[in-house]
């Protein structure tokens, strides 16, 4: 038994490379995402969270998309970096709870495989320790238009100090659905079709991994959208909210949606969602793309050095 893991934890499995190392492709190919990804990322929440003016009125969808490109425009530097050190520190924050606890149960019920199973009960055990951070990434750049600046750390973890950070927590149960949608499709669903498109049109045409990969973001994304993003104007709402001012609770958010589909209709409830269809593409494939890496480098390292599966010997 080792200090932290048990030591089969670092064995070879019959993927050719242990979960210890799984799971570091996760996190390496996280990384890589998150880094890319900043820019769409930030601008998309501003789309959303510009669907009320400074005074609580339901604006036009083009007018909040015309308020997050002027933000941009007046500060491209600062607006496609906000968010982006919190997100990274959310890697380890983040994505070990959810990844190790999403590749410990694929484990435990099979041989590493993702499954729903495994999707199910990632989304709801991490969704205590994602939420802190995505609060913390999206207050970050809340108040752009009004400062023009994005908001120390510091100063967001003093505020939700003086409420014995409680308001780290707004949108959690949002969260827990978005979290589930995201792992069924975009962890369970697209290495599963990516795979499938290798297999029967790799054998066809001279298409690669990376367009594999390309193909089937593409083909998982869209669905991934129309399930998340209502989910995603609703942790917006409610985690752009000031810290130090009254919480909106979920159903709070949803009238606000609600309200926003009877002015605009289904764009009112779909702020976001081209904008959303680009960055799940650009985000899977910068994910997968950056995992397969990972996990390739690490299975050539391993054969290179003789460490190889070994069958358990059956008693």
């Not at 694929?106 to 999707?119: K, L, P, Q, T």
Request: proline letters at 4%.
């Amino acid at each position: 038994m080792g200090l932290l893991f048990a030591d089969d934890y670092f064995v070879i499995k019959k993927g050719g490379i242990s979960q210890f190392q799984t799971m570091t492709a996760y996190l390496g190919g996280s990384a890589f995402q998150t880094v890319m990804d900043n820019p769409v990322t930030a601008y998309r929440q501003l789309v959303q969270q510009y669907a009320k003016d400074l005074n609580g009125k339901v604006v036009d969808p083009k007018i909040a998309s015309e308020e997050a490109k002027a933000v941009f425009r007046a500060a491209p530097i600062g607006a496609s970096l906000s968010g982006v050190m919190p997100r990274l520190i959310g890697v380890g924050f983040k994505r070990v709870p959810k990844f190790g606890i999403l590749l410990g149960i694929s484990f435990i019920v099979g041989d590493g495989e993702v499954g729903m199973v495994a999707a199910t009960g990632a989304s709801i055990l991490s969704a205590p320790f994602i939420n802190p951070i995505r609060m913390i990434e999206k207050q970050q750049r809340a108040f752009f238009k009004q400062t023009g600046n994005t908001k120390p750390i510091m100063d967001i973890l003093k505020e939700a100090a003086a409420k014995n950070f409680t308001p780290l927590f707004r949108g959690t149960l949002p969260l827990m659905g978005h979290s589930l949608a995201s792992a069924t499709l975009g962890l369970v669903g697209q290495p599963r079709l990516q795979k499938w498109i290798q297999k029967e049109v790799g054998a066809k045409t001279s298409i690669g991994s990376f367009g594999s990969n390309l193909i089937a973001s593409a083909a998982v994304s869209p669905i991934y959208i129309f399930v998340t993003n209502p989910l995603s104007r609703l942790e917006v709402i409610m985690q752009t909210n000031s810290i130090s001012g009254k919480s909106i609770g979920t159903m709070e958010a949803v009238k606000e949606v609600v309200t926003d589909s009877k002015a605009f209709g289904l764009r009112g409830v779909f702020r976001g969602q081209g904008i959303g269809i680009a960055k799940a593409i650009l985000s899977l494939t910068l994910f997968h793309e950056g995992r397969i890496w990972c996990m390739g480098a690490f299975k050539g390292y391993n054969e290179n050095n003789g460490y190889v599966y070994v069958e358990p010997v059956k008693a």
